[in-house]
């Protein structure tokens, strides 16, 4: 998962303190504002469709679409010795827990020693065929330099695993964790450091690659460097940021950008590379306005262009800039030659922003007749076919790499089995509207550390039982399951084409699931 609630509210914390800032914001960044028009055309007005007039029979998921969870080996096992570890253990200056009620990790819902469980339960509950992780930098390489075999031959196991039971694994590389001794050298933060991570992907890379197709280089750089180095209450480790800390914010999220690149590139030139599909995890936060005005407009364009459309651009066209008149500007131009050979796109929501002379109010998060979640969002499912849309201008296969809701369970789990009936109706659209949309990963399998808000937010499809760490199915994961099942068995709409497989026709007939 991505970020949290004291996350979003320091959005606004920011920007009440700071909005003369987003003029020039705006304004130096024309640069990339322009390029990226010339790569997303955003529409004012959103397809018109409305998810909750569709009908779950109506779905359609071609034979090779990929249905899967998606985890954070750090939020569902814990860590060794990385920068999370020293972070949940230490407190700020005045000694508040960096954690909420002063939670830690531990070994949360042990998928480290329990992922046959996991995966007998993924298997048998949903039929899934794909699982995305990430393996932990810090279990892998404690020290710098030196590689523990054991941990190497334990993701070995958890492969196989998987693919014994037809479950086609997705690698990610670095979720927002590594080892306290790269956190030390000043990590992401120094462009010399990036050489640290590219070896340690390409051990794993050389390890794995025979039998995992699909690799992440980096899970969301653009929260990272939010969560991490921007004011005025991060969340995340290193916890840098301030009203002066945009230059050094920026220059860690060109960092990431030029660490994919060289890691793409790596991982290309060894043995499997060339048939390996190699990507970057971008989470699509959309920040509007509550009003359609042109100043309630105006912050959240700010936003989107450092958090959104620099990104894209980068991926578009090869070259990240972005800065301040008269005080610094980053930019990094990569090499010719492809950068992804797909994008993961990690979506949620949209964040309201309501703008006031006096203030801007976080509290405008949801608009009248939506349903909130847990997070400080709502249900908005119309929100990922959008970005869906504006992604598909990359040209590049599209995996949603994590999509799920935050939401205390209730007797009938209604939020939940909502979330998804919606959210999965938004992805069959944009498959159906010729949409090069090829998986779909839930967040996430187990309720596990959320972050900074630790075990407050319930993401999993099942429950943990802090004690034993019994799994428990969640009602409203019925709905997940139940698509995925009909979708596997053909029970769903089928169409005259497959966009995926080509050649291949079928009967057109509907089915109740």
């Given at each position: 998962?991505?970020?949290?609630?004291?996350?979003?509210?320091?959005?606004?914390?920011?920007?009440?303190?700071?909005?003369?800032?987003?003029?020039?914001?705006?304004?130096?960044?024309?640069?990339?504002?322009?390029?990226?028009?010339?790569?997303?055309?955003?529409?004012?007005?959103?397809?018109?469709?409305?998810?909750?007039?569709?009908?779950?029979?109506?779905?359609?998921?071609?034979?090779?679409?990929?249905?899967?969870?998606?985890?954070?080996?750090?939020?569902?096992?814990?860590?060794?010795?990385?920068?999370?570890?020293?972070?949940?253990?230490?407190?700020?200056s005045?000694?508040?827990?960096?954690?909420?009620?002063?939670?830690?990790?531990?070994?949360?819902?042990?998928?480290?020693?329990?992922?046959?469980?996991d995966?007998?339960?993924?298997?048998?509950?949903?039929?899934?065929?794909?699982?995305?992780?990430?393996?932990?930098?810090?279990?892998?390489?404690?020290?710098?330099?030196?590689?523990?075999?054991?941990?190497?031959q334990?993701?070995?196991?958890?492969?196989?695993?998987?693919?014994?039971?037809?479950?086609?694994?997705?690698?990610?590389?670095?979720?927002?964790?590594?080892?306290?001794?790269?956190?030390?050298?000043?990590?992401?933060?120094?462009?010399?450091n990036?050489?640290?991570?590219?070896?340690?992907?390409?051990k794993?890379?050389?390890?794995?690659?025979?039998?995992v197709?699909?690799?992440?280089?980096i899970?969301?750089?653009?929260?990272?460097?939010?969560?991490?180095?921007?004011?005025?209450?991060?969340?995340?480790?290193?916890?840098?940021?301030?009203?002066?800390?945009?230059?050094?914010?920026?220059?860690?999220?060109?960092?990431?950008?030029?660490?994919?690149?060289?890691?793409?590139?790596?991982?290309?030139?060894?043995?499997?590379?060339?048939?390996?599909?190699i990507?970057l995890?971008h989470?699509?936060?959309?920040?509007?306005?509550?009003?359609?005005?042109?100043?309630?407009?105006?912050?959240?364009m700010?936003?989107?262009?450092?958090?959104?459309?620099?990104?894209?651009?980068?991926?578009?066209?090869?070259?990240?800039?972005?800065?301040?008149p008269?005080?610094?500007?980053?930019?990094?131009?990569?090499?010719?030659?492809?950068?992804?050979?797909?994008?993961?796109?990690?979506?949620y929501?949209?964040?309201?922003?309501?703008?006031?002379?006096?203030?801007?109010?976080?509290?405008a998060?949801?608009?009248?007749?939506?349903?909130m979640?847990?997070?400080?969002?709502?249900?908005?499912?119309?929100?990922?076919?959008?970005?869906?849309?504006?992604?598909?201008?990359?040209?590049?296969?599209?995996?949603?790499?994590?999509?799920g809701?935050?939401?205390?369970?209730?007797?009938?789990?209604?939020?939940?089995?909502?979330?998804?009936?919606?959210?999965?109706?938004a992805?069959?659209?944009?498959?159906?509207?010729?949409?090069?949309?090829?998986?779909f990963?839930?967040?996430t399998?187990?309720?596990?550390?959320?972050?900074?808000?630790?075990?407050?937010m319930?993401?999993?499809?099942?429950?943990v039982?802090?004690?034993?760490?019994?799994?428990?199915?969640?009602?409203?994961?019925?709905?997940?399951?139940?698509?995925?099942?009909a979708?596997?068995?053909?029970?769903?709409?089928?169409?005259?084409?497959?966009?995926?497989?080509?050649?291949?026709?079928?009967?057109?007939?509907?089915?109740?699931?």
């Amino acid at each position: 998962m991505t970020y949290s609630t004291n996350t979003f509210r320091s959005m606004h914390q920011l920007m009440y303190c700071v909005p003369l800032l987003f003029l020039s914001l705006f304004f130096s960044s024309c640069p990339s504002l322009s390029a990226m028009n010339e790569v997303v055309s955003v529409p004012f007005k959103r397809p018109a469709f409305n998810v909750k007039e569709t009908h779950l029979n109506e779905l359609y998921f071609p034979p090779s679409f990929l249905f899967g969870f998606s985890i954070a080996e750090h939020q569902n096992s814990g860590g060794i010795s990385s920068n999370w570890t020293t972070w949940e253990n230490s407190t700020w200056s005045n000694g508040t827990p960096h954690i909420q009620r002063g939670e830690t990790s531990g070994i949360s819902s042990d998928h480290w020693n329990r992922y046959p469980e996991d995966i007998a339960n993924m298997k048998q509950d949903f039929n899934v065929n794909a699982f995305r992780f990430s393996i932990a930098w810090d279990r892998i390489e404690p020290e710098e330099g030196v590689f523990c075999e054991e941990a190497l031959q334990h993701y070995s196991e958890e492969i196989d695993a998987l693919l014994a039971v037809n479950i086609i694994p997705m690698v990610t590389l670095h979720h927002f964790v590594h080892p306290q001794w790269f956190e030390d050298m000043g990590a992401f933060e120094h462009e010399e450091n990036i050489q640290y991570f590219v070896r340690f992907s390409q051990k794993v890379f050389e390890a794995f690659a025979s039998k995992v197709p699909f690799w992440c280089t980096i899970n969301e750089p653009t929260i990272y460097m939010f969560a991490g180095y921007l004011p005025l209450n991060c969340v995340f480790p290193p916890g840098k940021g301030s009203i002066t800390s945009w230059p050094l914010a920026v220059r860690v999220l060109k960092n990431l950008l030029q660490a994919h690149t060289e890691i793409y590139h790596a991982l290309k030139a060894l043995p499997f590379g060339d048939t390996a599909k190699i990507g970057l995890v971008h989470q699509y936060l959309k920040f509007e306005g509550y009003s359609y005005n042109s100043i309630g407009i105006l912050p959240g364009m700010m936003f989107n262009n450092l958090m959104n459309t620099s990104v894209l651009t980068f991926l578009k066209t090869g070259t990240f800039s972005y800065g301040f008149p008269c005080y610094y500007y980053e930019t990094y131009t990569a090499p010719e030659g492809p950068l992804s050979d797909f994008i993961g796109l990690n979506y949620y929501s949209r964040a309201l922003i309501e703008f006031k002379w006096s203030q801007l109010s976080p509290d405008a998060s949801c608009m009248p007749g939506e349903t909130m979640t847990d997070m400080p969002y709502a249900i908005y499912a119309q929100g990922l076919y959008d970005t869906i849309v504006e992604v598909a201008e990359l040209g590049l296969p599209i995996y949603i790499t994590e999509n799920g809701i935050a939401a205390k369970e209730t007797t009938d789990d209604t939020r939940r089995k909502m979330w998804f009936t919606e959210y999965l109706k938004a992805t069959s659209l944009a498959v159906e509207d010729g949409y090069d949309v090829r998986g779909f990963f839930c967040w996430t399998l187990n309720d596990n550390f959320e972050w900074d808000m630790g075990y407050s937010m319930k993401f999993g499809l099942y429950s943990v039982e802090p004690e034993t760490l019994h799994r428990t199915l969640k009602a409203g994961s019925s709905v997940y399951a139940d698509i995925i099942k009909a979708a596997r068995a053909g029970k769903l709409s089928t169409h005259t084409s497959d966009y995926l497989v080509g050649n291949t026709t079928q009967e057109s007939s509907v089915q109740e699931l």
